[in-house]
Structures are given as C-alpha cells and as structure tokens.
C-alpha cells in the first residue's frame, strides 16, 4: 500500500519544482496540494483534493502501531485516488513544460 501514496506525493512535488515553489520535506499531501493552489497558478480539483487521506494509509505503512487492517474496498479506493493524482500531476507538468519559457530557444 506504501508505494502508491507515496507516488502521489512525489507527483505532487515535481509539479511544486515545475511551479518554481519550494518544496518541502513533508509527507503530507493535504499541505503540498495548499502548495500548489497556494502559487495561484494552478487550481486544484476536488477529486484531486480527495486524495488528502492517502497521508494516513502512507503513514500507517511506513511506521508500525495500532492501525486497523485496510480492507479490499479501502484498497480499491485508496489506489483509485493515488492514480488520480499522478494522472493530474503528469498533465500539470506536461502542459508546464511546453509552454515553458526554455521551449522558445
């Protein structure tokens, strides 16, 4: 389960670094999409901003403790939204990157 929330949030970065805005050493996916919309270039969709919760199935994969099993259904959904998210995040850098300035030379 690790892996793909982890995906969405290096997404999330390289679309910050395409932005020009500093990224931060986070895991938290809730602050770099305010990152994001926070540039006032880009605005964020909800079914983007769904995937805030991806932070707690990165967290209770990565540390051990009490965490409840994730079910099939979580599972389902959990890598529907991460899919989203990375989907939305190659867009983003895709249309930066051929409207950017270094592209006329």
Known sequence: MFRRPAAAEKALKAVLVQLGVAVPKTHFIGYLLDLIEGSGRIA?????????????YAVST????????VDE???????????????WAAGIIGEEAS?????DT
């Open 44 to 56: 964020v969709p909800e079914s983007v901003r769904d995937a805030i919760v991806l932070t707690d």
């Open 73 to 87: 259904t979580e599972y389902e959904h959990a890598r529907a939204l991460a899919d989203c998210v990375y989907r």
């Open 62 to 69: 990565r540390h051990p403790g009490d965490w409840e099993p």
């Open 99 to 103: 409207t950017s300035p270094s592209d």
